[in-house]
């Protein structure tokens, strides 16, 4: 699939910056990939979530109707939703950790086990966050194969979910961008 539509919109929201930047992961960098920028950039995210929704069946065997979206907070969050609004397959939030509070839940929507939950994420570095979720989704009993990120740093997560039997499927790696 082309992803110079996604490139372009990345570029055109100011999503790329250069500079001396310290990562989530705590790696350091010369670029930061902004993708709270494009998640709250209407046009941009709909870019993102269509060409998320038209590679889909490509990526997964799976009937449309036994798929749930997730996302891992916070970043994942608004991808995940609004893949789930293009294709209409139920959406699961993923906390970081169980609330204290309520129903000490960390799920928002069901963790369905009989339906494969495909990841969202906005930029991938080492996997470090969508390991833990993927890790408290398997101990649920969930179904994970696959994780769709945006931008992927390249910097060792496709490697680290691959040890978990999870593909990383990037639209865009971080080498294209930066070009």
């Known amino acids: 699939m082309d992803n110079s539509e996604i490139i ?20 350091k960098s010369n670029f930061y990939i902004d993708i709270k920028k494009a998640s709250t950039d209407p ?14 069946p490509s990526v997964t065997d799976t009937p449309a109707s ?3 979206i997730g996302g891992v907070e916070l970043g994942g969050v608004p991808i995940a939703t609004a893949v789930s609004l293009s294709t209409q397959c139920p959406l699961l939030i993923i906390r970081k950790a169980a609330k204290e509070y309520g129903t000490k839940s960390r799920y928002v929507g069901v963790p369905d086990a009989g339906k494969e ?10 996997g470090g966050s969508v390991k833990k979720a ?3 989704l398997q101990e649920d009993g969930a179904d994970i194969r696959k994780v769709i990120t945006i931008v992927d740093r390249e910097s060792g997560a496709a ?3 691959k040890e978990l039997g999870v593909e ?11 070009e």
């Open 8 to 27: 372009q919109a990345l570029k055109d929201c100011d999503a790329i910056r250069f500079g001396d930047f310290t990562l989530a992961s705590g790696q």
């Open 66 to 68: 036994e798929i749930i």
């Open 43 to 56: 046009k941009t995210l709909k870019i993102i979530a269509d060409h998320i929704a038209c590679l889909l």
């Open 117 to 126: 939950i495909i990841l969202m994420e906005d930029v991938t570095t080492s």
């Open 134 to 136: 993927i890790a408290a």
């Open 168 to 178: 990383l499927v990037p639209l865009v790696s971080s080498s294209e961008l930066i």
């Open 159 to 161: 490697a680290a979910l």
